[in-house]
């Protein structure tokens, strides 16, 4: 099936923060008296809205984390991406090759928009991904796994549910796409596929996409 839209997440996908955001993550509610681990974080965080974080300690200790976490997590965040954050090898030529085939594309994300353009400027994927194609939880109600964010986009980009395609790299996503009517391929580069399972299918590498998207 040819596409009409290619809906991209952002991290993990475009960029390889995911390690660097759950080690911060980790560390940062270990040091507030909420013992995780990176294993933990990738497990119940990972392409999740900021608000999932405060929901889920809430739900497991009945405690609020510090008013000023969002500000003090994104500022370590932004700083690690700074110093030390890269594209996704292959995401670029990805991008080339649906220029050059005229297939529309564009970004939703669990990420604030400050945090996609601090990635994006660092790994040079502003160039690509201009702000009229950006997209966040942000912008919406709620995050994935609500359809939310993937049903804007689609809106925004002109495209019906039924006519795009989604690239994710977490549970959450997957789901998100999923409960939004469109078909969705899971990224399994860092994610094992068994927490992607209702993905319609899975590459590893980002230079097999242009394939099983008919490119």
């Given at each position: 099936m040819r596409y009409d839209l290619v809906i991209f997440d952002n991290d993990g996908v475009l960029v390889d923060s995911e390690p660097l955001s759950n080690r911060l993550l980790?560390?940062?509610l270990t040091e507030l008296g909420h013992p995780t681990t990176y294993e933990d974080s990738l497990r119940d965080y990972m392409g999740a809205a900021i608000h999932r974080v405060h929901d889920l300690v809430l739900?497991?200790?009945g405690q609020r984390l510090p008013a000023d976490f969002d500000t003090t997590f994104h500022g370590r965040v932004f700083a690690a991406f700074r110093e030390e954050l890269e594209p996704v090898e292959g995401t670029e030529e990805v991008l080339k090759r649906l220029v050059a085939e005229r297939v529309p594309y564009c970004v939703a994300s669990s990420g604030s928009h400050e945090r996609i353009r601090v990635g994006h400027r660092k790994t040079g994927l502003d160039a690509w991904f201009p702000d009229e194609i950006v997209f966040s939880a942000e912008d919406v109600g709620r995050g994935k796994p609500a359809p939310d964010l993937f049903l804007h986009a689609a809106a925004r980009m002109g495209v019906a549910p039924e006519r795009c395609v989604v690239?994710?790299?977490s549970r959450l996503g997957v789901q998100a796409a999923v409960a939004a009517g469109?078909?969705?391929y899971g990224f399994t580069a860092m994610t094992p596929e068994d927490r992607l399972t209702v993905a319609r299918g899975f590459f590893s590498?980002?230079?097999e996409l242009p394939a099983i998207l008919g490119l």
């Open positions: 980790a560390g940062y739900e497991r200790t690239v994710e790299d469109m078909d969705v590498r980002m230079e």
